[in-house]
């Protein structure tokens, strides 16, 4: 068969849709009671669900159209031609399963042939990126059982995880997307990805809904359903902005940004299927809500109203349930005593002020660094003044930087100051600190980047000018992260249904 050009847009679409479809099984192992075992408090046992599909196979669990659906290169799923294709999809969708945390813990014997590369691929590091955006960041002493363990539905009773019963969910579900396959026309050119993603939803929303994604208390309110979905949108809306207004993959969690878009006159279908924008978190007679990188940006604006008309841009989470926006900002995922022993409020003020100052320490460093090669350039262009107008323009273009960088070197407080409250000579003193704080307070199986996390609470601190609200806004307060969104929205809606039928 000949295989189709990347530059066809039904060919990016269902591209698109396909590695949508990866990421929303990437976390299929944790539908087993293994998995909440490993994550149990007091347990050390190893968490194996990214392998949880060969040892199913192993045990003849997984029905053979749906293995070898994971088991095709991307580019032959869709016949591709792979050399039009800017990233590699020389991979299965397995992979996504497998090696989304690294292949360390591979089962495959033997080890695949992208055994050593494939962690570099650049939609594994999409994934791995976007995966981490649902982090929250409760302590490991916050940890649950394993006998007893709940899903927090916010308002409502809480539900209990029937932990007996997920490993027979998943085998069902495996024999529901190998039906799903074959109907949708799979093996034969006729494969219509479309038909497979709509019952690949469909089939994974109950059982998904049964479960957790992380099982610690405080992040026990989003489901394995609405941590799948939220990665998978995010997922799919920086494709789209990839592949629509060659926006470049973010490289680390501190680069995803996004907003939502607010329509009232287009459809669900349109925004993610015909068009794999994104996903809708959010809909009601009235509008429709998905989230979107880069709406700051005009271009991008404009490229999407040529696509599903007027929209409106809502920037701020909370915003979303206006309603419900000062009880969820009341929502903590810890409190300060909770994060270490004889730890106090003004213990915890004091820390996220070193984490500042750590942060404004390594900036001005970088300034430091600048001035001096600003004033050795500015020397040499100086000998030029006289010789040429060119050289003067630079000369006073370098003259205006250095008046700037300089500005910003003697603000308070200054980089003395920064070092006396420190007790460091360079910032390199005081960096193991820094990451053993962030250590403590978020989440160890995600470790952030010290310094881009305390670059974001820099960020904040200067919006804010409030050590208080760092604290609260990073530590304290439950992030509205998007799985956090689907899961609150579903919850309400739910509600109001109650409602109505009563």
Avoid at 377 to 388: A, E, F, Q, T
Avoid at 442 to 468: A, Q
């Amino acid at each position: 068969m000949e295989k189709s050009s990347s530059s066809d847009s039904r060919t990016v679409r269902n591209l698109i849709l396909l590695l949508e479809s990866g990421t929303f099984l990437h976390d299929i192992g944790k539908l087993s009671r293994y998995f909440i075992t490993s994550k149990a408090k007091d347990i050390k046992g190893l968490d194996f669900h990214g392998q949880i599909l060969y040892i199913d196979f192993s045990l003849k669990r997984i029905p053979e159209t749906l293995w070898k659906f994971l088991n095709v290169e991307v580019y032959e799923l869709l016949q591709i031609d792979p050399q039009t294709l800017p990233f590699e999809t020389d991979f299965y969708l397995i992979h996504m399963i497998c090696a989304h945390h690294g292949c360390n813990r591979c089962l495959r014997n033997p080890p695949c042939n992208l055994k050593d590369k494939i962690e570099d691929y650049k939609i594994m590091e999409l994934l791995k990126t976007l995966d981490h955006m649902d982090a929250s960041n409760p302590l490991d002493s916050r940890k649950q059982g394993y006998k007893e363990v709940f899903i927090d539905r916010f308002f409502e009773m809480k539900e209990r995880v029937e932990i007996e019963k997920l490993d027979s969910l998943r085998i069902e579900l495996y024999n529901k997307l190998n039906s799903a396959l074959i109907e949708a026309g799979f093996g034969s050119k006729n494969f219509d990805i479309i038909s497979f993603r709509r019952k690949l939803f469909e089939y994974l929303k109950e059982p998904f809904l049964k479960t957790l994604s992380e099982t610690r208390l405080f992040a026990n309110d989003i489901t394995l359903f609405d941590h799948s979905l939220a990665t998978s949108t995010l997922f799919k809306m920086y494709l789209s902005a990839y592949f629509r207004f060659g926006m470049p993959f973010p490289k680390n969690f501190s680069e995803v940004k996004y907003s939502f878009a607010k329509c009232y006159s287009t459809s669900k279908a349109l925004i993610e299927e015909d068009f794999a924008l994104s996903n809708v978190i959010i809909a009601n007679n009235d509008f429709i809500v998905f989230p979107y990188p880069g709406l700051s940006n005009k271009k991008i604006r404009k490229g999407l109203k040529e696509l599903i008309n007027d929209f409106e841009v809502i920037r701020d989470p909370y915003d979303l349930f206006p309603k419900y926006k000062e009880y969820l900002l009341s929502l903590k995922v810890k409190n300060v005593e909770d994060i270490k022993e004889d730890y106090t409020y003004s213990k915890a003020i004091r820390d996220v002020k070193k984490v500042i100052y750590f942060a404004l320490l390594k900036e001005k460093e970088e300034l430091s660094k600048k001035l001096k090669s600003f004033t050795r350039h500015i020397r040499n262009v100086s000998n030029g003044v006289l010789k040429d107008r060119i050289n003067f323009i630079k000369f006073l273009k370098k003259l205006v930087e250095l008046k700037r960088l300089k500005k910003h070197l003697d603000a308070k407080p200054t980089i003395e100051e920064i070092r006396k409250f420190l007790k460091v000579h360079s910032s390199k003193e005081i960096e193991p600190q820094i990451e053993e704080y962030f250590d403590l307070i978020t989440s160890p199986i995600r470790p952030p980047s010290p310094i881009e996390m305390s670059k974001m609470f820099l960020r904040y601190y200067r919006k804010t000018h409030s050590y208080k609200k760092v604290l609260n806004h990073f530590v304290i307060t439950r992030p509205m992260t998007l799985g956090r969104i689907i899961a609150f929205n579903r919850i309400i809606q739910a509600k109001q249904t109650e409602t109505l039928k009563n």
